[in-house]
């Protein structure tokens, strides 16, 4: 059996003549071209699951839905042969036909901190799957308890002073979780989408907007320090959702997470998402408890850790691609000069081709990137109604038991 698993962050999708962020809407002129233009990449997408991101209104991408899967139709009509034709069976046909997402399962997770109030609107995430639900989806956003991250004094400071702390009680953007059904197995998907790195700056009580908003009184130090909030925050969501994954896998479940993750594959909050690498050797490594010089982990608990670690890691989806096919030239969004893929998909070791009790195998990875462009360039397109995003995609096949 051969299924597949995309991302798509579709860039503020919204109906007609409603203002999402402060003074910026479609009209509907714009969002039939949107709207068009969704369509057909989700069409040349043609993936079973799709999680998705920026989603303002569930009817909006439902909308979308429905043209790709008219187009969908239409264009099977076109290229599939009816059965009266003898050729009808050629392996040709199969790789040009698209299904549509006719009875697809459609879950939404709207933004907890989107009051609907013109200008603004926060964005949710979906999942679309042919393959349906095993179960009904669950949001992560309102943490049930906060989370408390507190620091200790460096070294050589007094020991009862206080470090500080960072709590987090609310998710930036929703994290939906839902179980599809493949074969006899269920893989446990988490699509997200982790805060930007857009600087987070405080509005002082009685103002109109942060100082360090104001660009013609620049300020460095301030805006430098809304980096660090909104990488800190980046993190901790990172952790959260890193949280739940290990409660899959302890459980047994494959795992599949993926999403905008504002990050690339090696940046720290990635990290957190995927796991540590086990070490190479862990016998060369002192013992947290040593006591001399030679206190190293034994081969036997070397074995141990190391399957540990294993247990607990996500596997990125086109790491094992381009491992694969000596392809490097991935990249999802251009921003500054700089290409990069911040759009991740990560897989447990349930598809990692070196675990032998896998149960599927990717046999390959796409990205829709030709409408990236870089907006400082003179020369790029105008692109405001295209996603600033490229779509990933995962082919994977199911092995037999």
Not at 62 to 68: G, I, N, Y
Not at 123 to 137: M, Q
Not at 213 to 233: H, Q, W
Not at 280 to 307: C, F, K, P, V
Request: glycine share 8%; hydrophobic share 40%; aromatic share 10%.
């Amino acid at each position: 059996m051969q299924f597949s698993i995309a991302s798509f962050n579709v860039k503020n999708l919204i109906g007609p003549d409603k203002e999402y962020y402060r003074f910026q809407s479609y009209t509907p002129e714009e969002y039939a071209w949107k709207r068009d233009w969704t369509a057909d990449q989700l069409v040349d997408l043609d993936a079973d699951v799709i999680g998705f991101q920026e989603i303002f209104e569930e009817e909006a991408l439902a909308d979308v839905v429905a043209l790709a899967s008219r187009r969908a139709r239409a264009l099977n009509d076109a290229v599939i042969p009816d059965r009266g034709k003898a050729y009808r069976r050629k392996v040709i046909f199969d790789k040009l036909g698209v299904a549509p997402w006719d009875g697809a399962a459609l879950a939404f997770a709207p933004n907890a901190a989107d009051a609907g109030v013109p200008g603004e609107r926060r964005p949710g995430v979906a999942v679309l799957s042919r393959l349906g639900f095993a179960g009904e989806p669950e949001i992560i956003q309102d943490l049930p308890a906060p989370l408390t991250i507190p620091f200790q004094p460096l070294r050589g400071m007094d020991g009862a002073l206080d470090a500080g702390q960072f709590t987090l009680r609310r998710l930036s953007r929703p994290i939906l979780k839902v179980r599809i059904p493949v074969g006899d197995h269920v893989v446990t998907l988490f699509n997200c989408h982790m805060k930007s790195k857009l600087g987070e700056f405080i509005t002082p009580e009685g103002a109109d907007y942060a100082p360090e908003e104001d660009l013609t009184r620049y300020d460095p130090v301030g805006r430098a320090l809304g980096s660090l909030r909104a990488a800190v925050r980046r993190m901790a969501e990172a952790w959260v959702l890193r949280r739940e994954i290990v409660a899959e896998l302890e459980r047994g479940h494959p795992v599949v997470a993926l999403g905008d993750f504002n990050d690339g594959e090696h940046a720290v909050s990635s990290e957190i998402i995927s796991g540590e690498l086990p070490f190479r050797n862990y016998g060369w490594m002192l013992r947290h408890d040593a006591q001399s010089y030679s206190d190293r982990y034994s081969e036997e608990e070397h074995i141990l850790i190391t399957e540990k670690v294993e247990r607990m890691r996500l596997h990125s989806a086109e790491s094992l691609f381009v491992r694969k096919s000596l392809r490097d030239m991935v990249y999802t969004s251009a921003f500054g000069g700089v290409y990069e893929s911040i759009d991740q998909i990560l897989l447990s070791r349930h598809f990692d081709p070196d675990f032998g009790g896998r149960i599927a195998d990717m046999e390959y990875f796409s990205v829709l990137n030709d409408h990236i462009t870089d907006g400082s360039h003179p020369e790029a397109p105008y692109n405001k109604l295209a996603s600033d995003h490229g779509q990933i995609k995962a082919h994977l096949r199911l092995r037999q038991d």
